[in-house]
């Protein structure tokens, strides 16, 4: 099966859905499901669209890191659909342009056609954040993205002037055939980075998170800070991992942007009394780790760390923003007792908070280990040495463990105030089947060390394109 259908068919579905309102919603269900089921049986390929062949055609690439993305996207994005379908409705031909959008994102092996989706699947989000009712996060959110996709777009250009294509493999290797120094191509690409670190949260970008996340409800919670999440964080692994060169002072740079944001979401975090800002501040730190790997060559297991907070991250806010509507308030002294009569619930939130810090047991504590593992037996000269960034990740883990176990206690133990809030059947089972699979994957590791080495080892062999 061609991947092109991933793109097309939500597309069509769209167009149909406009004219026939009544059937949006089914057709929502319907594709978003069929995509999941799609995924068995796309085949590893790249795909020429037009008739003209790379590095002058369009082309999508069908490869071990787009379909890893592929798969995790779709599966999220179909959950919080299911979730919601029922209470948005009217967003249903929105949600299908954001299904394409995010496709041909992972989907594009063409820097031009990257911006293209980016623009889609970013006018997508700015009309599901509306549904927050906070006119004004939403304007922001809309300028700090025009203006990320600005930049993206104006280091396109620099690049296209200086080697007359925009084929992301064919781009790499005129880089590498040219000799260039790494300080001549550094501007467009820091303008590039910049442009995307707007979508990944990076400080001194993210201005837009708080006003979002932070008002978000049951659909554009999940969706941003899970789907969305997933989708820009891998896209942007892929540049940094397999298109950007920059220069030791460049590197530098980014280093810091990399490391204030892990500090500082880590400290916001630990400030808040609000669940919905802790979650945000949380998805802040971890998805400058997720850069910070990529950036440092470690690609495998920041795939694996990307997907990991995907799915916890879509738990976590499905759990928080429905019981936010029924009680009126995201303050921890609102929501204390949750979990005593949502037991289910609680527990699985629970494992999800778990595997996030990183206790053993849980797949997270392989997926830290890994990145420390990787970056103490580094062989490359890092910023500030090869012992900063395991320091960094370390401190971070431990206040991010302080304010998640006070946040769980706080959830767990209030018998005399606890609020009553009825959770969907699908959440319930769905948080289970994820509690198990944090805690499957945590025990019997071997198949996340070999899927993560793997690839890995796959994309640095140069066998991504």
């Known amino acids: ?36 089921v799609a995924m068995y049986f796309v085949d590893l390929e790249t795909i020429v669209i037009g008739g003209f062949t790379a590095p002058y055609g369009i082309s999508l690439v069908v490869d071990r890191f787009s379909q890893a993305g592929l798969f995790a996207v779709n599966v999220l994005f179909f959950l919080v659909v299911a979730l919601n379908i029922n209470n948005y409705k009217k967003m249903s031909s929105i949600l299908l342009v954001a299904l394409a959008g995010l496709n041909g994102l992972l989907l594009t ?33 809309l300028v700090a993205g025009t203006v990320g996709s600005s930049l993206y777009l104006l280091g396109l250009i620099l690049l296209y002037a200086m080697f007359g294509t925009l084929n992301m493999a064919d781009m790499s290797q005129s880089i590498a055939d040219s000799g260039v120094s790494a300080a001549v191509v550094s501007l467009p690409f820091l303008l590039m980075f910049i442009g995307f670190g707007v979508e990944a949260k990076l400080l001194p970008f993210n201005s837009w998170v708080k006003g979002i996340l932070g008002h978000s409800n049951s659909l554009s919670g999940p969706m941003i800070a899970s789907v969305y999440a997933t989708a820009m964080g891998l896209v942007f692994g892929r540049l940094l991992s397999e298109v950007f060169v920059f220069d030791d002072k460049v590197t530098l740079i980014i280093a810091v942007v990399v490391v ?43 795939i694996m760390l990307a997907i990991a907070n995907g799915v916890t991250k879509f738990l976590l806010f499905s759990v928080i923003n429905k019981a936010t509507e029924v009680v009126g308030s995201d303050e921890i002294s609102s929501l204390k007792g949750l979990f005593v009569n949502n037991k289910i619930i609680g527990v699985s939130f629970t494992a999800a908070s778990l ?23 580094s062989t490359l000269v890092l910023p500030f040495g090869n012992y900063f960034y395991p320091a960094v990740i370390l401190l971070s883990s431990i ?16 018998k005399e105030n606890a609020p009553v809030v009825h959770y969907d059947v699908l959440l319930k089972y769905v948080g289970v089947v994820i509690a198990l699979g944090l805690i499957v994957y945590g025990v019997f590791q071997g ?14 062999q140069g066998g991504v394109f």
């Open 355 to 377: 595997s996030i810090i990183g206790l053993p047991l849980f797949v997270g504590f392989i997926i830290k280990m890994k990145m420390l593992e990787s970056l103490f037996t």
């Open 399 to 414: 206040v991010e463990g302080v304010y998640f176990i006070k946040l769980l206690v706080s959830l767990w133990y209030d």
């Open 109 to 141: 092996g063409d820097l031009f056609n990257l911006f293209v989706f980016l623009e889609v699947s970013g006018i997508a989000a700015y009309l599901i954040t509306t549904t927050n009712k906070k006119p004004l996060a939403t304007f922001n959110y």
């Open 1 to 36: 099966m061609s991947a092109i259908y991933l793109i097309a068919v939500p597309l069509l579905a769209a167009f149909i859905s406009i004219l026939v309102k009544k059937v949006s919603p089914y057709l929502l269900l319907l594709v978003s499901a069929a995509s999941v």
């Open 260 to 302: 204030l944001s892990v500090v500082a979401g880590e400290a916001m975090a630990y400030a808040s009394t609000k669940v919905r800002e802790i979650l945000l501040f949380s998805s802040i730190a971890q998805a400058a780790l997720v850069v910070l790997l990529f950036v440092n060559g470690f690609v495998g297991w920041a």
């Open 447 to 460: 198949n996340v060390v070999d899927f993560a080495d793997s690839l890995g080892a796959i994309i640095l």
